[in-house]
């Protein structure tokens, strides 16, 4: 199975790219699923089931919902296993401009969206910095000229990653954002993997410090997912 | 490849002022004394507890400053200019071969119409991901009549389309000028001043009432903003190709913003059903069922009507207006 991290601020449109994504996966006969992390309400998971993918939610409540992530992926990677997906997809909001759940080897994508404003890119840190792929939403609503100093206020803050431009709303470049995804390698299991940034203080072994993905490295408060 | 850790700070800031860049995203300042040091001294300088605080070390921080500065340093100059693209045909909707080679080059003027659904958001995709049989078309693009360098798909300095859409919102709150003078500064060009000055110029000359420097952006007329977008990217966007999602008849004056992109030696692609504009392009691509089906050479004879559309539309402009004022329509 393909796994890719989806992260970005709140409302940049995360959901409405990885519905289009899928769509284009579907006409390849792909099956495709969906994790949703998200801190306290989020009705995404109604969208995503209303199109017909299988969708699994998190809420993290008080805890910073990228720390929860991280002590939840490994079992959403194995519940997309045992469904037979070919591509888990997670979403998460980045709440906390500190934290990122890009994980290392496992594509990262980090959505944000052309409404923003120019300074934004070089506050959201390492959910941008560390991302494969920044994909930059909204361009519809902006003018040319913005849409071109945006991507370069991109460029500057993450020169390495590739930069797309996809509508959320008619699907224009989900397509080609389908075929770079695609080169993913296949993973069986999260197990060893490490984030690809360190999480600040907190309360559980994550915000120590602790990269590694696995129950063996999870002490403190730890928040399980129902499956 | 330079040993960026090893040079000095000063030199680096003057050849790179993107380094400035990196600065600010990682929170980092420099004192005057500092400027001497090489950034593996100023790296090593800094406090590993206060860093630990943002996730970072000093490990993690050369690790990142190099791979910015070649990521920075590598792109531009190694990519050759756009003369013409050719659309080499692939296959419509009911996987019939299109039969198709076209070249376009700098300076044309295409229009592609055909109806709903027929496939011309699709046509331009291609244009703009530089397909390479890889899209539902199965079509090839090539750049100067060659299979296009990878790197040309990614690079947002190279990127094929500018897109000049129906609705031409600013969301910033700057003035004309420093509104221009953002998008010149982010391109990193020497003479920006002359850049902004023509822009605000050539705005001028499209636009039905005269705008200033000091104008904010956010309080143009709609044929304004338009203009303000024309001449702006005309004369700034580096992207070879220009599309136009129907340029509204609202205050511009269509013809010289034509002319205008076509000095600026664009490509223009116009998505259009208005025969004006589709008499004023050099050829009309007919798409039907997902396929260019035909392509018509605008001839003189076509043209003739020109004078005689231009004199509808003048009417028709002249009855609005009267309705707008708030008068009686008579002949
Ligand atoms: N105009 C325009 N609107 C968009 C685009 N992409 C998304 N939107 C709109 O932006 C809003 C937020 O989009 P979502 O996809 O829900 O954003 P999200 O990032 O998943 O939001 P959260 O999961 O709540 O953080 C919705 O109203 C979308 O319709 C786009 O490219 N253009
Ligand atoms: N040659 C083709 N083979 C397969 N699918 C195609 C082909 N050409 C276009 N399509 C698909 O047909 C659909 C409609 O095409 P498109 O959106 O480009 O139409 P359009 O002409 O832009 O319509 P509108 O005028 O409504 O904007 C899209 O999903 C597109 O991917
Ligand atoms: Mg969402
Ligand atoms: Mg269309
Ligand atoms: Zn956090
Ligand atoms: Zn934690």
Redesign the interface.
Same mark, same amino acid.
């Given at each position: 199975m393909k796994f890719i991290t989806i992260s970005g601020p709140p409302s940049s449109g995360k959901t409405s790219v990885i519905l289009k994504v899928i769509e284009s996966y579907k006409l390849q006969n792909q099956r495709c699923g969906v994790v949703k992390f998200d801190c306290l309400l989020t009705e995404d998971d109604k969208l995503y089931e209303t199109k017909g993918i299988p969708v699994k939610k998190g809420l993290s409540g008080g805890l910073c919902p990228d720390h929860y992530f991280v002590s939840n992926v490994e079992a959403c990677v194995e519940w997309g296993i045992e469904l037979g997906l070919d591509l888990l997809i997670s979403e998460s909001a980045g709440l906390c401009n500190?934290c990122s759940p890009h994980i290392r080897g496992v594509t990262a994508v980090c959505v944000i969206d052309?409404?923003s %404003? =120019?300074n934004t #890119? &070089?506050k959201i840190g #390492?959910m941008l &910095?560390f991302a494969d792929i920044v994909v930059i939403t909204k361009?519809?609503? =902006? /003018?040319?000229? @913005?849409r @071109? *100093?945006f991507? /370069?206020? *991109? &460029? =500057? *803050?993450n #020169?390495?990653a =590739?930069?797309?431009h996809v509508n959320g709303i008619?699907g224009? %470049?989900a397509? @080609?954002l389908a075929?770079v995804l695609n080169d993913t390698e296949d993973i069986d299991t999260l197990k060893g993997k490490q984030l690809r940034? /360190?999480? #600040?203080a907190a309360l559980c072994s994550y915000c120590l410090g602790e990269t590694r993905i696995g129950d063996a490295y999870q002490m403190g408060n730890v928040k399980k997912m129902d499956f | 490849m330079k040993d960026f850790l090893s040079l000095s700070i000063a030199n680096l800031l003057n050849e790179y002022i993107f380094v400035y860049d990196f600065l600010d995203s990682y929170d980092l300042k420099l004192k005057d004394d500092e400027l001497s040091k090489s950034f593996r001294e100023f790296f090593d300088s800094l406090d590993e507890d206060k860093l630990e605080e943002k996730g970072l070390s000093i490990d993690l921080l050369k690790e990142q400053f190099v791979n910015f500065m070649n990521a920075m340093t590598a792109d531009a100059d190694t990519i050759e200019e756009l003369e013409s693209i050719t659309i080499v045909g692939g296959v419509n909707k009911y996987g019939e071969p299109e039969n198709v080679e076209l070249t376009i080059r700098k300076g044309e003027v295409i229009c592609i119409v055909g109806p709903t659904g027929s496939g011309k958001s699709r046509l331009l995709a291609d244009i703009e991901w530089l397909a390479q049989k890889d899209t539902p078309t199965r079509r090839q693009i090539l750049i100067n009549g060659k299979v296009p360098d990878k790197k040309r798909r990614f690079s947002i300095d190279h990127k094929m389309v500018a897109q000049l859409s129906q609705n031409m919102n600013f969301v910033m709150d700057l003035t004309v000028e420093e509104f221009v003078r953002m998008h010149a500064e982010s391109r990193l060009i020497e003479n920006a001043d002359e850049k902004v000055s023509a822009i605000i110029d050539e705005a001028n000359k499209l636009a039905g009432e005269q705008f200033q420097a000091n104008t904010p952006v956010t309080s143009l007329s709609g044929g304004q903003s338009r203009a303000l977008m024309i001449a702006d990217t005309a004369i700034l966007s580096r992207s070879p190709i220009i599309l136009i999602d129907e340029i509204e008849n609202a205050g511009i004056d269509r013809k010289k913003a034509l002319e205008l992109l076509v000095k600026e030696e664009k490509i223009v692609l116009m998505a259009t059903h208005d025969p004006i504009l589709a008499l004023m392009g050099d050829r009309r691509l007919v798409i039907k069922n997902g396929g260019i089906s035909k392509i018509i050479e605008v001839s003189e004879e076509e043209r003739q009507h020109l004078p005689y559309l231009q004199a509808l539309d003048e009417k028709l402009v002249s009855l609005r207006n009267q309705i707008r004022n708030g008068e009686i329509l008579n002949e």
């Open positions: 500190r052309n409404l %404003g =120019v #890119p &070089k #390492p &910095k361009g519809d609503i =902006v /003018s040319q000229a @913005e @071109e *100093v991507a /370069s206020r *991109v &460029k =500057v *803050v #020169p390495r =590739v930069i797309m008619t224009q %470049g397509f @080609e075929t940034f /360190s999480m #600040p | -």
